[in-house]
């Protein structure tokens, strides 16, 4: 059973490009959360979707952020007029149920030059 | 307030040891689960193991096991015959609540170095 998938590992961005991050949660898994990792910091919540929907995004910028998982395919993060300040990695977890344990993809790390 | 707090800037284990990483909490939720990640150098976030608010039982998970004192708000992690595979950072995260809010809050997270 594979993990979840994050793509790409390493994404550089020059400030005012698009970025977009893709996650495919584990088989049977339709929760997937969003969260971003500063350097030297703990992981920070962005959003939490179900399929087509969003859960929750309390932790995601007014601006420039949007996050979506269709029906079919992956979930997508996308930032858009990308800053500095939104170097970081960004994970992706995936879980089978809500409040069942969250398991990590291995990050996109974002450099904006 | 911080609602997950892990203070010890660094920490060093004999190899063959056991370690204890603090976490304490801050939560006026009764139902609530923590749980420890473990993220090595090549960056995945690894899960470990889980607590809920309501288990009896510390959890164990092989060579990990959760001392959860609930009325002092801490849940530490015990890592019993340290190895080297275990120098990692390690986080400690809490959910809050029942309903539809399963976000994870994480604390700084703490360093973890095994000596051999």
């Known amino acids: 059973n594979a993990g979840v998938m994050q793509n790409p590992r390493h994404l550089v961005r020059r400030r005012g490009q698009e970025a977009r991050l893709r996650c495919s949660p584990m088989k049977g898994h339709s929760h997937v959360y969003w969260y971003r990792q500063l350097p030297e910091e703990g992981l920070k919540f962005m959003v939490y979707?179900?399929?087509?929907?969003?859960?929750?995004e309390s932790g995601m910028p007014k601006e420039r952020f949007s996050a979506e998982f269709p029906k079919e395919g992956p979930s997508i993060l996308r930032i858009q007029q990308v800053v500095r300040g939104d170097s970081a990695a960004y994970f992706c977890?995936?879980?089978?149920?809500?409040?069942?344990?969250?398991?990590f993809g291995p990050g996109t790390r974002l450099t904006v030059t | 307030a911080q609602k997950i707090t892990q203070t010890q800037p660094g920490m060093f284990v004999q190899e063959k040891e056991a370690v204890t990483l603090d976490c304490t909490y801050d939560?006026?939720?009764?139902?609530?689960?923590l749980f420890w990640y473990k993220q090595p150098s090549s960056g995945e976030m690894i899960f470990l193991i889980y607590?809920?608010?309501?288990?009896?039982q510390n959890a164990t998970e092989g060579r990990y096991s959760l001392n959860f004192q609930k009325a002092r708000k801490s849940a530490n992690l015990v890592i019993s015959a340290s190895q080297l595979g275990d120098s990692a950072m390690y986080f400690c995260a809490m959910r809050e609540g029942t309903g539809a809010n399963s976000k994870l809050t994480f604390g700084k997270g703490i360093t973890l170095s095994v000596r051999p």
């Open positions: 979707l179900q399929k087509e929907n969003i859960i929750d």
């Open positions: 607590q809920g608010s309501y288990d009896q």
């Open positions: 977890a995936s879980s089978l149920r809500v409040h069942y344990e969250q398991y």
């Open positions: 939560t006026s939720d009764p139902s609530y689960g």
